[in-house]
């Protein structure tokens, strides 16, 4: 993965190289035909959804939940990509309601600026972060089934969820995220918490600890993708021992200028300006594209499953 | 009641295992102080259980909590859950749980780790740079909002006692809290858990 580029199109569709740098895995160059939807506008040189019926679409946001301005502006574009791009679910990368939980934070600072997402029955699925009340756990919303951690299988493709609480990675966690791993049979296994193993930012970074424990696990069960906030930025980390890790902190919050550079865990970063993601999960293939306040694509690519 | 499980029941502080090479003499001195920790620990257990006891018996008092619950049961739940945890320990004072024995032990526990080789990590990972403030401690009160929740990273949650889903450890600062996430309440707290 991360080294692409989008050759001219041929019949609507564009012919996308995605060479895969997997770590100490020998290098692979995967070929598919990727079809532009009409509706997307992507600028050139960037990755289009390939935007299948059949295929699993869903959101990224992390540290989103402060109520304020750019919030409800990501919540409108999402609104706006929903439209174009249906996706049934969102994960959340953690920091959902920041300060005050009161029931009319939870209204300001997540009904309302996904009201339009909600209304039409996308699911959101919460990780917790530093700044979250444990109970949130329980909120109808989050989907958490009343669990600090949790996975649940994708309702489409062969993609399993796994949600992690990064604030308290105690020994029985540990052995749950084994047990369930060892347990998946799913192709694509997909992680999410709120503390990033690697980040280039100044203000957290790498949390080396918490790595040190999960990353071993990552590798052994063949996990394909990593995806966290906590730093305000977003980041996509050049892979790491074959698995492609994503930092999404930046879909409310945003601490400018923030990510080192130049950094040597950096593919692509920004830190100008508020960030989702729209993922597409397409038989071993995965699509990503970075949107940012305008509903502009910023970042996009390709990442073929580990097997 | 099944409450702390996997305790480190007769283990010594790693100051102490560090001891370099023990001759036979010292022996029945290691294990004094092995029956000490184990008694220190056990003392806790008790007063960790008698606190989740409470908590659980008036916690049924409440509504159950559902996983599809609105925002106003949760607040509802968490704060009258604090109260009747507030009216029941209305004379709960710093060190019920966390006894000056227990601190001691603690620091022991935590010093090799917080003074080894990745301390500084392990200090920075605890130590939230967004919060710069200052919030009083106090015990029975609920954890302040502004204050963010601290990380535990997972070395220190595996050196110190198990505890149960009822209570937690986290940090403000360098000060060790035991934190009751339902009633999003400060049990008690130990300062200068490092330095």
């Known amino acids: 993965m991360s080294h692409r580029r989008v050759l001219p199109g041929i019949l609507g569709c564009a012919i996308v190289a995605a060479v895969c740098c997997a770590g100490s895995e020998p290098a692979r160059t995967v070929a598919v035909a990727v079809p532009i939807p009409a509706t997307a506008r992507q600028p050139a040189g960037q990755v289009a959804l390939p935007n299948k019926a059949e295929s699993l679409h869903f959101a990224v946001i992390g540290d989103n939940g402060n109520g304020d301005k750019p919030q409800y502006e990501v919540g409108r574009h999402m609104l706006d990509w929903y439209n174009r791009f249906p996706f049934p679910l969102v994960l959340m990368m953690g920091d959902n309601i920041y300060g005050s939980d009161r029931p009319q934070d939870y209204d300001a600072k997540f009904r309302l600026p996904y009201k339009g997402l909600l209304d039409k029955g996308v699911k959101f699925y919460a990780s917790l972060g530093n700044h979250d009340s444990r109970e949130q756990r329980n909120y109808e919303y989050f989907n958490m089934n009343g669990k600090l951690y949790y996975s649940f299988k994708a309702p489409k493709e062969d993609v399993r969820f796994f949600a992690l609480e990064s604030t308290y990675m105690d020994p029985d966690q540990l052995k749950w995220l084994e047990s369930e791993l060892k347990g998946a049979r799913e192709n694509w296994k997909i992680i999410y918490f709120h503390h990033p193993l690697y980040s280039s930012a100044r203000t957290h970074g790498s949390q080396l600890k918490l790595r040190e424990v999960l990353e071993p696990l990552f590798i052994q069960y063949g996990v394909s993708l990593v995806l966290n906030g906590h730093d305000h930025a977003y980041e996509r980390i050049k892979p790491q021992n074959g698995i492609q890790y994503f930092v999404v902190g930046s879909s409310g919050q945003l601490r400018r200028g923030d990510l080192r550079k130049p950094s040597p865990l950096t593919a692509f970063g920004n830190d100008t300006e508020q960030i989702f993601m729209l993922m597409e999960v397409d038989g071993d293939t995965l699509t990503f594209n970075a949107i940012n306040l305008k509903g502009a694509v910023v970042d996009s690519g390709m990442i073929a499953r580990r097997k | ?195």
């Open chain 2, 1 to 195: 009641m099944v409450l702390l499980a996997g305790l480190l029941m007769g283990q010594t502080p790693a100051s102490s295992k560090a001891a370099p090479n023990p001759t036979p003499k010292a022996a029945p001195k290691q294990s004094t102080q092995v029956n000490a920790n184990a008694a220190v620990i056990s003392d806790f257990v008790k007063r960790v259980n008698e606190y989740v006891a409470v908590h659980k018996k008036l916690e049924d008092t409440l509504p159950k909590l559902s996983k599809d619950s609105t925002p106003k049961e949760i607040d509802t739940h968490e704060r009258a859950l604090l109260k009747l945890m507030q009216e029941a320990r209305k004379g709960a004072k710093q060190g019920d749980v966390l006894t000056l024995r227990m601190q001691r032990f603690i620091r022991n526990l935590l010093r090799p780790i917080f003074t080894g080789k990745s301390g500084e990590q392990i200090k920075a990972e605890i130590l939230d740079k967004e919060y710069k403030g200052n919030a009083p401690l106090a015990v029975n009160a609920r954890y302040p909002d502004e204050v963010p929740i601290s990380t535990v990273p997972p070395q220190v949650l595996q050196s110190l006692p198990k505890l149960t889903e009822d209570i937690e450890y986290r940090f403000i600062q360098n000060s060790l809290i035991l934190f009751d996430p339902h009633a999003h309440m400060i049990v008690d707290f130990m300062e200068r858990a490092f330095n």
